[in-house]
């Protein structure tokens, strides 16, 4: 699926070695707004996706 990125709520960011993730404040993902990204489901029950681009994320999709 694919998304732009002001339609995302981003939790997180995956770190490049896989290590872990790391939180950001939400102003560090604003460049991404106008970007489409393609999304994965990661988890059914808690709906969280991982966003895939130049760098990966943990993302929910927002709620109107």
Known sequence: MEKLGSELEFISQINRDGSGVTKHPKEH??????????IYSLSLSKQTYIALGFNSYVVKLKTK
């Open 29 to 38: 993902y604003k460049h991404l707004d106008n970007e489409v990204i393609k």
